[in-house]
C-alpha cells in the first residue's frame, strides 16, 4: 500500500510540477529554457507510467495509439506559443491517472504514450521558426478541436517546404505557383525517397497534378502527414499506396477558384482535366467531382474515411480498409 501511494503521489508531483513551468512559460514569455524543463519534466513522467504498465502487466498497446493526442498537443502548445491562450486551455489541462490498482494497466500504457507525445510537439513546437508554428497552426488547429475558427494567422512563408527523413520526403505548407519545379529537383536529388508526405492547405491545382504525375511515374507512396485539403488531394492520389493512419488528419475538398477567389464554373476544362486524372490515378472521379461541387472555395468538404476507401482515393485507411489493415 505505502508502494501504490508513493506511486500515486509522483504522478500527482509530476502534474504539479508541470503546472508550475507552464506558469514560467508565462511569467518568461515561453523562453528554450524552459519548455526544456517542461520536456524533461513530462519525459520523466511518460517513463514512470510506461515502467509501471510493463510491470503490471501489458507491453502493447496498438498501433493505433502512436500518435495518440499528438496534435491535439501541438496545438496547444503552438496556441501558447502564438498567443492564444483562453482558446487552447481547454485541451491543455489534463489529469495524471493514478499508478496503482484503481487504474487499468493499459490506460496508464496509452497516458505514457500521450505524455511521450506530448514531448515530441513540444520539441518540434521549440525549434520551428515561427512561420513553421503558424503554418501547422492554421492547418491543423484553428476551427478543431474546439478551437474557434477565427484565429488564422498571417504567415511570412505559407509556401511548401522540404524535408527528406530516410526515404521519406515530407512536404507541409502551400502549394504554390512554381511547386511542381522545387519538388521535381528535391526527388532528383533524393532518389532513394519511397514515400511523400503531405500536409497543405492547397493552392496551384497546375501544380499539383504535375506533382501527382510525378510521384506515379516513379512509383512512390502517399501518406497523409497533416491535413490535406483543396489541389493537396491531387497530390495525396499520385501514390501507389496511399495510407491515412489512425489520426484527426482528413482530405478536404472544394470548388475550384482563380487566384482572385472566384470559383470557375462546373463546365470549365480544368474538371474535366480533374476527373481524367483521378482515372488515370485509380481513383472515381465521379465522387471526387461532387465532393468538390458540394463545397464552395470558402467551405471544406472532409469526406469520411469510407468514402475515401469506397472511391479508391485512398487505398489504406487504418481500421477501415486496406488488405494489410493494422488494427
Given at each position: 500500500m ?66 495518440y ?41 496509452v ?25 501547422y ?33 515530407h ?32 493552392g ?124
Amino acid at each position: 500500500m505505502m508502494r501504490r501511494n508513493r506511486q500515486f503521489w509522483i504522478g500527482s508531483f509530476s502534474l504539479l510540477m508541470i503546472v508550475s513551468i507552464v506558469v514560467q512559460l508565462v511569467a518568461s514569455k515561453a523562453s528554450a529554457t524552459s519548455w526544456d524543463e517542461a520536456i524533461e519534466t513530462v519525459s520523466k513522467s511518460a517513463e514512470e507510467y510506461h515502467n509501471y504498465a510493463v510491470a503490471s502487466g501489458t507491453s502493447w498497446a496498438g498501433t493505433m495509439y502512436n500518435g495518440y493526442k499528438s496534435v491535439e498537443h501541438h496545438c496547444a502548445i503552438l496556441g501558447r506559443m502564438l498567443g492564444h491562450l483562453e482558446a487552447i486551455k481547454h485541451i491543455e489541462e489534463f489529469d495524471y491517472p493514478p499508478m496503482d490498482a484503481r487504474s487499468d494497466p493499459h490506460d496508464l500504457l496509452v497516458f505514457a504514450i500521450s505524455l511521450t507525445n506530448w514531448v515530441g510537439a513540444a520539441q518540434w513546437s521549440k525549434d520551428a521558426s515561427r512561420s513553421q508554428r503558424i503554418n501547422y497552426w492554421n492547418l491543423n488547429c484553428v476551427g478543431k478541436f474546439g478551437i474557434v475558427s477565427n484565429l488564422f494567422m498571417k504567415s511570412d512563408n505559407s509556401n511548401a517546404e522540404f524535408e527528406v527523413e530516410g526515404q521519406q520526403l515530407h512536404v507541409y505548407g502551400d502549394i504554390d505557383f512554381g511547386f511542381a519545379d522545387r519538388f521535381a529537383a528535391i526527388l532528383k536529388a533524393n532518389p532513394s525517397v519511397t514515400e511523400v508526405t503531405l500536409g497543405s492547405s492547397g493552392g496551384s491545382i497546375r501544380d499539383a497534378l504535375i506533382a501527382g504525375l510525378m510521384i506515379r511515374q516513379r512509383g512512390l507512396n502517399t501518406t497523409i502527414y497533416g491535413n490535406c485539403y483543396s489541389a493537396c488531394p491531387l497530390v495525396f492520389m499520385g501514390g501507389k499506396s496511399r495510407v491515412l493512419w489512425a489520426a484527426p488528419f482528413r482530405l478536404g475538398f472544394h470548388q475550384i477558384r482563380t487566384r482572385g477567389g472566384v470559383p470557375i464554373p462546373f463546365n470549365d476544362q480544368l474538371y474535366g482535366l480533374v476527373s481524367q486524372y483521378v482515372v488515370e490515378m485509380g481513383g472515381d472521379p465521379r465522387n471526387v467531382l461532387s465532393w468538390m461541387f458540394s463545397a464552395s472555395p470558402s467551405e471544406m468538404y472532409e469526406p469520411k474515411a469510407q468514402e475515401l476507401c469506397d472511391a479508391l482515393v485512398a487505398t489504406f485507411v487504418q481500421r477501415i480498409c486496406g488488405v494489410d489493415m493494422v488494427r
